[in-house]
């Protein structure tokens, strides 16, 4: 007995719909087995690590790299030895942890990455994500104690809403600040604002200095943290933060 050739591509087609249904399954199941969920949450690795690291061109840098719980970090930079007599930087930025490896997100010269040893040291990777070895130099940042006291004024630009309760949006960390400002800071800014035709509370990117303080609000006992300006760069109206 024949069996009528649409008979047999319909169970063709049934054969491979169960054999293809299959095969992602297996697939899927493989995926989540090879996902790897990082022990080191923000908890764990919240804190202060520093050290000197070597420097190409100057005697040292002086690394201080302060992880917050939120994912958020501030990088801390100071050149030793250089002719402008200690330059110091900072990056603000977000942290992720994947398996053990820790990486500075989000910053202007690329992203950066460490080797998590422990909860107590972090040992700086190069450009290919290996160890620095056969050196006796130390790449290796230590977990400190205390908290994180930046040496100078901060740099960062944000999408600031200047009016009379100004606030301020970082770019690299997304979180919203209330602003204050110094006297002479204060007139900068208005000036400034009056040269761009900036409307009361509409954002424009900022580029300021200045600090951020923990204080009591008004009205509730919760300390707040806010932005300090103590000195208004520029504005850079059209623009937005990259990150």
């Known amino acids: 007995m024949r069996v009528p050739a649409n008979i047999l591509l319909a169970f063709a087609c049934l054969f491979t719909a169960v054999s293809c249904n299959n095969t992602t399954k297996t697939g899927e199941k493989k995926d989540t087995v090879n996902k790897v969920v990082s022990p080191f949450t923000g908890k764990i690795l919240d ?4 050290d000197t690291l070597p ?3 100057c005697e040292g840098i002086i690394t201080v790299l302060d992880l917050n719980a939120d994912s958020t970090f501030t990088l801390e930079q100071e050149y030793l030895g250089t002719k402008e007599g200690g330059h110091i930087s900072y990056q603000l930025g977000k942290w992720s942890a994947v398996d053990s490896i820790l990486t500075l997100n989000e910053i202007t010269e690329g992203n950066r990455q460490y080797k998590i040893v422990g909860t107590n040291e972090l040992q700086t990777l190069d450009n290919e994500g290996v160890i620095i070895t056969g050196t006796k130099v130390n790449y290796t940042l230590h977990r400190q104690t205390g908290k994180f006291a ?3 004024a901060i740099q960062v630009r944000g999408m600031l809403a200047y009016s009379d309760t100004s606030r301020i949006k970082i770019c690299g960390w997304g979180k ?5 400002y110094t006297p002479e800071a204060a007139t900068a800014i208005k000036t400034a604002a009056a040269k761009i035709k900036s409307k009361p509370g509409e954002r424009v990117l900022t580029e300021a200095e200045g600090k951020f303080v923990t204080q009591l609000g008004v009205s509730s006992s919760t300390p707040k943290e806010s932005f300090v300006i103590e000195k208004f760069v520029k504005f850079l109206p ?3 933060c990259r990150y």
């Open 55 to 57: 420097c190409a061109d």
């Open 176 to 180: 919203e600040y209330a602003v204050t």
């Open 150 to 152: 930046p040496k100078k």
């Open 238 to 240: 059209g623009e937005k």
């Open 47 to 50: 804190g202060l690590f520093a």
